[in-house]
């Protein structure tokens, strides 16, 4: 049997791409395997919305109010910036005036030109600061609420998200979506510089105004066309960017398979297939971008040289002295800054456009908890009532009933495609069905507080993640507010017989997850563990078992399936060394195996539904749901269903007789 896909610290070797929610979290590969995504922070926060021009704002509106403060902060900055840009050239004309005069002001006003200098590089420094720390801070809360929206979701929704995609959204196009509000208060200080300006020189002489006037409706008209063109050519740009960084990480994710069928060219070339609409959006950005300035810079000049003749003439009648001339020359440099007022809404037209990609994230829909507890005398008892689940236009599980008896262990089988991870999901609510109820314990899943929901059921997974530190972290994984008890790590371990090689590794259980030299089977094992490390009432193991070996199975079967007490091995084995902080070890393989699950089975019990594929899991699980057609043809123990041919073409590769 091949090994399945591998995953060291979280990330996945080989294998399709995940997303998670809370505690263990199912998705579904090509394949319609199941892997494990990581937990979400139960944020939660969507930003909901019609269009997708009224999601972009409320999102803005949220970032800005997020930093709030520091937008305040730099708004303030860039007004008194600009208030002394403003200043200056009328300062300099005035201490040039009093120089010529011989006056005895003259120092003063130098000194004051003095001041207002430092103060424009000084508060320039300070916007720069104030820019870079309200960039940094909204791009870092537009992650948090696009990670939490991303796992706060059901599974299967976040799973039509391609990784290298939401990889875009989530490094790119939030950052460039976080330069909004900071740009948003540059932008009111290059507006405020021009008008100003524009305000002085009719102060100086109402005709100097005037010829600038008559060129700013030009200026405008660039600066529309070049919002028009930017926006649409930034937005293919970002869209084609996301599409390499998907096909990247398939091809990453399909490593082994791409290596095996010698395809390696034919990836590259696909992979990298958008590279030249990638270039062409790119130029065309660019030459957007180059057009409006270039224009710009023919439009600017002339209208500063036309307002330096006409104030030329005006010195030369006797209504301006030099040092108004001097000022208005400057205020004319200073209303022609189109320059920097472009580079500005360029920020702002990449931000909306990034924007733009975050929302259908940030949109996605929340799995909504209650606020009931599960009953303290719970035994794990699992209803499915009428549950219909559709997925892609395709009735899967249509008006099921299921019921799980507490304590008993019942094993999914059916044929490929019948729906049997689809039901192990809908069991622990990684996925609301389209109607009916599923219980447990009599409490309705939806009715559970989140907390009370995933400290009740517990999951392995075919492809399991490890999250976590050390080895000891990532068995121990759960929500902070439902930790597991030390003592049980180590049990957890023994019970899904991995104890023995997670002594055998570099630190033991103290060797960092993402350093773990584990096999496949290794890694299901230790994702066994995890979930019988958790004291839920419910496990629920969906291909759990894939890939392991028979005897390896077996083993780890006798131990969980068993009743509490049988066989040999059921008494724990004895403590364990001082290196293992987590309790103690068991003797050989199999009493190890079957003490630590005998340890675990303490109390309550637990109920467990196995998805099978292997017909002994179903001989020793105490009943045997069978899918056929979307329904629950038969619910009894596997030996009575061996009678039906039907069920034991299941098993082989011949048709039923008759």
């Known amino acids: 049997m091949e090994q399945i896909g591998e ?8 294998g399709a791409s995940f997303a998670g929610g809370t505690g263990a979290q199912d998705t579904r590969t090509a394949d319609g395997t199941a892997h494990e995504g990581p937990p979400g922070d139960g944020d939660g926060e969507t930003v909901a919305g019609g269009s997708a021009g009224g999601g972009t704002r409320r999102l803005f509106v949220r970032a800005g109010r997020h930093s709030g403060a520091y937008t305040a902060a730099l708004c303030l900055v860039t007004t008194a910036a600009a208030g002394a840009a403003l200043a200056l050239p009328a300062m300099l004309g005035i201490a040039l005036d009093r120089l010529l005069a011989d006056s005895p002001d003259a120092p003063r006003a130098l000194a004051l030109c003095a001041a207002l200098t430092v103060a424009t590089i000084l508060l320039d420094a300070a916007e720069t600061v104030l820019n870079g720390v309200t960039t940094a801070r909204t791009t870092a809360w537009l992650r948090r609420r696009l990670l939490g929206a991303a796992l706060a979701t059901e599974p299967h929704r ?15 196009n939030a950052a460039h979506a976080g330069a909004a509000p900071a740009a948003a208060a540059s932008t009111l200080g290059a507006l405020l510089t021009p008008v100003g300006a524009l ?9 100097l105004a005037v010829v600038l006037g008559v060129g700013t409706p030009v200026l405008v008209l660039l600066l529309r066309a070049f919002v028009r063109s930017a926006g649409d050519c930034v937005t293919r740009y970002q869209e084609a960017q996301a599409a390499i960084a998907a096909r990247l990480a398939e091809a990453l994710a399909g490593a082994r398979t791409i290596a095996a069928a010698g395809t390696v060219g034919r990836e590259r070339r696909r992979a990298l297939g958008p590279l030249p609409e990638l270039s062409r959006h790119g130029h065309r950005m660019w030459h957007v971008q180059g057009r409006a300035t270039a224009q710009a810079a023919v439009v600017v000049p002339l209208l500063q040289l036309a307002v330096v003749a006409v104030a030329g003439l005006s010195l030369g009648a006797g209504r301006l002295s030099v040092g108004e001339l001097l000022a208005a020359g400057r205020y004319a440099m200073l209303a022609g800054g189109i320059g920097v007022l472009v580079g500005h809404v360029n920020t702002l037209v990449r931000s909306r456009a990034a924007a733009l990609r975050l929302t259908p994230v940030l949109r996605l829909p929340p799995v ?18 009428g549950v219909t689940v559709r997925r892609g236009g395709r009735t899967v599980l249509r008006e099921l009933d299921l019921t799980v008896p507490a304590g008993t262990t019942v094993a999914v089988v059916g044929r490929s495609g019948a729906g049997k991870s ?13 109607a009916g109820d599923v219980r447990l314990d009599g409490v309705p899943l939806a009715a559970l507080a989140r907390t009370e929901l995933r400290a009740a059921v517990a999951y392995a997974f075919a492809r399991p993640a490890l999250l976590g530190g050390t080895v000891a972290d990532a068995l121990a994984y759960a929500d902070a507010r439902t930790p597991v008890a030390a003592g049980r790590v180590a049990a957890a371990a023994r019970a899904a017989d991995a104890d023995t090689f997670v002594r055998a590794l570099p630190a033991g259980y103290a060797t960092p997850a993402a350093d773990a030299p584990l096999s496949g089977g290794e890694l299901q094992r230790l994702g066994l563990a995890r979930a019988f490390a958790r004291d839920a009432r419910l496990l629920i193991m969906d291909d759990a078992l894939s890939g392991l070996d028979a005897a390896t199975e077996l083993r780890i079967e006798r131990a969980l399936l068993a009743p509490a007490g049988a066989g040999p091995g059921a008494a724990p084995g004895p403590a364990g060394g001082a290196d293992d902080p987590h309790g103690g070890s068991g003797g050989g393989a199999e009493g190890g195996a079957q003490g630590g699950g005998a340890a675990l089975r303490s109390g309550t019990g637990r109920s467990r539904l196995v998805v099978a594929h292997r017909a002994a899991t179903a001989a020793r699980a105490d009943l045997v749901a069978w899918l056929d057609g979307g329904r629950v043809r038969a619910l009894r123990p596997h030996a009575e269903l061996c009678a039906d041919p039907a069920y034991r073409a299941l098993w082989s590769q011949e048709p039923p007789d008759g």
């Open 368 to 385: 909504p908890y209650g606020h009931d507890a599960a009953p303290a005398d719970g035994g794990g008892r699992l209803e499915l009532r």
């Open 199 to 207: 305000v002085a020189l009719a102060v100086i002489d109402p005709w």
């Open 158 to 172: 976040a799973a039509r998200l391609a990784t290298g995609d939401l990889v875009t959204r989530a490094t790119g």
């Open 422 to 434: 689809l039901l192990a999901a809908v069991a622990g609510r990684l996925t609301d069905p389209d």
């Open 7 to 14: 995953v060291r610290g979280g990330e996945r070797q080989d």
